[in-house]
């Protein structure tokens, strides 16, 4: 499994395209803007990507999706329960707000324990609300890596305050589904707010100060 990196949008998301390496199949996930780096990264490795992720609902990581889907043929997945919370725009207020318009409607949805498969490689979904209703993680136990978008970052948590938003839930969420990982599994988080770009669940046991009481 290979990973590429791009930092995209107003709110500056980190956007992967991750694709096995033997079959040139890829995916996207979450592009927050309609960055013409992304079309460019995927020409210049020759790329076919099969589909776009979103981790959650939010338009700072998905404002991408329509153009990118249309140009690049991809299907759009997300979670089921973000798929129907976000479909109300009245929870979208905060992001209209900064300018962002109305979301893409997904081509399918995805829920807990679904498997994305793209060549060789695969990603299992685990579900970890708490930043929305349908806020997800990507995993490959066979690569020990996990992509955590706004749930969990390196010495950082996600936002729960935004609609459908619970910093319980979220917690649990970390404790129970993230925590219980391989220490050696890395972290590939939604935004880069941390010393450095990727982590470990190891080191996030030990550096996270939000992480210490649970």
Request: aromatic share 8%.
């Amino acid at each position: 499994m290979k990973i590429e990196r791009l930092i995209v949008g107003p709110l500056e998301v980190c956007c992967y395209i991750v694709y096995c390496e033997d079959t040139k199949e890829g995916i996207i996930i979450d592009p927050g803007a309609s960055d013409p780096r992304i079309l460019s990264k995927i020409k210049e490795l020759g790329l076919n990507i099969k589909y776009i992720l979103g981790t959650h609902a939010h338009p700072d990581h998905i404002a991408g999706v329509d153009e990118l889907r249309k140009k690049l043929n991809a299907i759009y997945l997300i979670h089921k329960l973000d798929e129907e919370f976000f479909s109300d725009p009245s929870n979208l207020i905060e992001f209209r707000m900064m300018g962002f318009s109305e979301n893409p409607k997904a081509d399918k949805v995805f829920e807990e324990g679904d498997k994305i498969i793209f060549g060789k490689e695969e990603l299992q979904i685990i579900h970890t609300p708490g930043h929305s209703p349908g806020s997800s993680c990507f995993y490959s136990p066979k690569n020990k890596i996990i992509f955590t978008g706004d749930t969990l970052f390196v010495e950082a948590i996600g936002r729960a305050d935004l609609p459908g938003g619970n910093f319980f839930q979220m917690m649990e969420s970390i404790k129970n589904k993230l925590l219980t990982l391989p220490e050696d599994t890395l972290i590939y988080p939604g935004h880069d707010y941390g010393p450095k770009p990727v982590s470990t669940i190891g080191e996030e046991k030990v550096n996270n100060p939000f992480l210490q009481e649970i």
